[in-house]
């Protein structure tokens, strides 16, 4: 077997952080925790119960109620969030060690995600000294202000991709706007989700203000959506997860911001500029190991330009190197887990009998153990397949063609999902009124997934509810009161 680096120092225990304090599970459970490539436990992780989330929710309720964090001025908190930001940067090295070593993913991707993470916190910092509210005046009548307060203790569930950096998109503005937190994150994945503790003692968040129980997201999730003293939830996951997490709020009626899956597609026109498309829907769908939320794993190609798309594409996606992930030549490393390994093994298998197998269709040579599956690429594949219509999370890419502007249309919006979509044309009035009639969050037009913070982040339809980015973030993670005033 290929040489496997294994990071130095690697916990063998991995434990909540509540209250300023490292503890284990208030039952003595753990879980296993495994590394992708061999697939043994590296680690047991302390399995979070309701006791747990219990403790962890009354240390955030009391640095909320009596704490300083949600009285602290916005530049006070943003001081704070600066120096996180900084220590966050710094461990950028050490970050994508461990991220590559727990995840799977190539180690020239985990790379920048520690640089992501601090930006969220940079950005979230700077919006919170920005933000203004309204004042209205009725002359003669009356002066009205908006006075915006935190909500309370935030609950934060987050999954396995890019976990820390994930993460960081939720800490950064339920901190900056002065909530405490109780973070769950993936059970997949929870080695760097240890490290906020650290950071965030040493940046000076005072204790009880982030907290983190790790487990199963049936015990310690659950829990943390059924507390009656947690306010918001802000859940990224599957949507069947979404659906069950909306049910179990519903008791408490609590906020909710849910970004889900997607099917998203990627539309090449026949007067699109073919090598910045292929060369982008490569990157947009074996990138991440294609355990990407926004992944374009279905490519719509106009009908005058599909043979030669379907044959330079694949052609591509045959040298794309899949091997350890630790190796700076990897493009593709293993998949996360065996059992998500399974889930994408068998979509191959199905894709076998929905489409044209063009390149892929299993494990690469020379990698018979380990979560690894080549870039897989299936042409002539029909609106109604399964590997069409449903999530694979993994390297593998559906493509379909079609006649004419009203026919990509109707297959872009032909799924449940609706996070992302991307539009590869050289005609400006088309690329926007296609964008205008895509049934899809976020749209980019030729180009690549590239967010700009200030702007929306979510799905519709079974993608997400509500939206994420810049105003949109502080909006949810505060309440806005209106104060009237008769004159
Ligand atoms: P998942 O839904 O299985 O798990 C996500 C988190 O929810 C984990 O922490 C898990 O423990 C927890 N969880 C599971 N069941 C729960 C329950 N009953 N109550 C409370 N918490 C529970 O998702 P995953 O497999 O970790 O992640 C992959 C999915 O996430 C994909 O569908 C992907 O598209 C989606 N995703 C979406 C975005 C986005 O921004 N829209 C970003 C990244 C990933």
Redesign the pocket.
């Given at each position: 077997m290929a040489e496997h680096y294994i990071p130095d120092n690697l916990p063998t225990r991995i434990r909540h952080y509540i209250d300023g304090e490292f503890v284990d599970s208030v039952s003595g459970r753990t879980f296993d925790v495994l590394d992708p490539v061999s697939n043994e436990t590296y680690a047991t992780a302390a399995a979070g119960q309701k006791e747990d989330i219990d403790l962890a929710v009354a240390a955030a309720r009391k640095a909320f109620t009596t704490g300083p964090w949600p009285r602290m001025k916005p530049r006070e908190r943003a001081r704070v969030l600066y120096r996180i930001a900084d220590a966050v940067e710094a461990q950028e090295a050490r970050l994508a060690q461990l991220e590559t070593f727990d995840t799977g993913l190539p180690i020239t991707q985990a790379k920048g995600q520690a640089l992501r993470a601090a930006e969220n916190f940079r950005f979230f910092a700077d919006l919170i000294v920005a933000q203004f509210d309204d004042a209205m005046k009725v002359p003669g009548a009356q002066i009205n202000y908006v006075n915006r307060k935190p909500i309370g203790v935030a609950g934060l569930?987050?999954?396995?991709?890019t976990p820390f950096m994930?993460e960081s998109w939720k800490l950064a503005p339920a901190l900056a706007t002065g909530n405490t937190v109780v973070l769950?994150?993936?059970?997949f994945t929870p080695l760097s989700a240890s490290l906020w503790a650290k950071i965030f003692q040493d940046a000076g968040l005072p204790d009880g203000v982030f907290n983190l129980v790790n487990g199963?997201?049936?015990e310690a999730?659950?829990a943390l959506?059924k507390h009656p003293d947690v306010p918001l939830i802000s859940?990224?996951?599957?949507?069947t997860?979404g659906k069950?997490?909306f049910r179990n709020a519903a008791e408490n009626l609590k906020g909710l911001s849910m970004?889900?899956?997607?099917k998203s597609p990627a539309i090449i026109f026949a007067d699109a500029d073919l090598d910045a498309a292929i060369d982008s829907t490569l990157f947009g769908v074996f990138s991440l190991n294609g355990e990407r939320?926004t992944a374009g794993s279905r490519i719509l190609v106009h009908r005058d330009i599909y043979e030669e798309f379907c044959d330079k594409y694949a052609a591509r996606a045959k040298k794309i190197v899949v091997g350890d992930p630790h190796d700076p030549t990897t493009e593709v490393g293993a998949l996360v887990h065996p059992e998500h390994y399974d889930k994408v093994a068998r979509y191959v298998e199905i894709g076998k009998s929905e489409g044209r197998l063009l390149a892929g269709g299993g494990r690469p040579e020379g990698r018979p153990t380990g979560n690894f599956i080549a870039p897989t690429v299936f042409a002539d594949v029909a609106p109604d397949a399964r590997i069409f219509q449903e999530?694979i999370?993994g390297p593998v890419v559906a493509i379909t063609p079609f006649a004419d502007d009203a026919e990509a249309l109707a297959l872009a919006n032909n799924t449940r999902y609706g996070?992302a979509g991307y539009v590869w044309t050289n005609d400006l009035t088309r690329a926007h009124t296609f964008a205008q009639n895509l049934e899809a969050g976020m749209v980019w037009l030729n180009s690549h997934n590239v967010r700009d913070l200030r702007t929306p982040f979510g799905?519709v339809k079974a993608?997400?509810l509500g939206h994420e980015g810049g105003y949109r973030s502080i909006d949810f993670y505060t309440d806005q009161q209106a104060v009237h005033i008769s004159i």
């Open positions: 569930i987050t999954p396995w991709n994930l769950k994150p993936a059970e199963l997201g049936e999730g659950d959506v859940f990224t996951g599957e949507t997860t069950t997490i970004e889900l899956g997607g939320c999530e999370f996070l799905g993608s997400g």
